[in-house]
């Protein structure tokens, strides 16, 4: 199984951006997929999922602001981002739990900067 995670890039404060991240198999193969985001010196943190039966969750810090969401077309998760601010700055991976064996899968990174 593989992540690949694209949109990231550099946006102005209040700006918005939207993340991707396609798998190489059916999404519909994981129970969970969410987006995680970790900044200089700090710890990865966790920013939203979705479920198989379409529950979404988010961080406080994004709620409003973030939504995720399915691709079936491009069998992909996307993150939109919108209201960015500095501090949502990081680099933003993907990630996906197998509903079979409850793997845990990683994309790579996708730096998101939010600046003026």
């Known amino acids: 199984v593989q992540l690949q995670a694209s949109g990231g890039g550099l946006v102005q404060p209040g700006g918005s951006l939207r993340l991707s991240c396609a798998a190489s198999?059916?999404?519909?193969?994981?129970?969970?997929m969410g987006w995680y985001r970790q900044a200089p010196g700090k710890q990865r943190e966790w920013v939203a999922r979705i479920t198989r039966s379409d529950t979404t969750n988010y961080a406080d810090s994004v709620k409003g602001r973030f939504t995720i969401g399915r691709d079936n077309a491009k069998n992909a998760v996307y993150l939109q981002m919108n209201s960015l601010k500095p501090e949502d700055a990081a680099v933003y991976y993907c990630?996906?739990?197998?509903?079979?064996?409850?793997?845990?899968?990683w994309g790579q990174g996708t730096q998101v900067t939010v600046s003026s």
């Open positions: 198999g059916s999404i519909f193969s994981f129970s969970v």
């Open positions: 990630n996906a739990i197998s509903l079979h064996d409850s793997s845990n899968y």
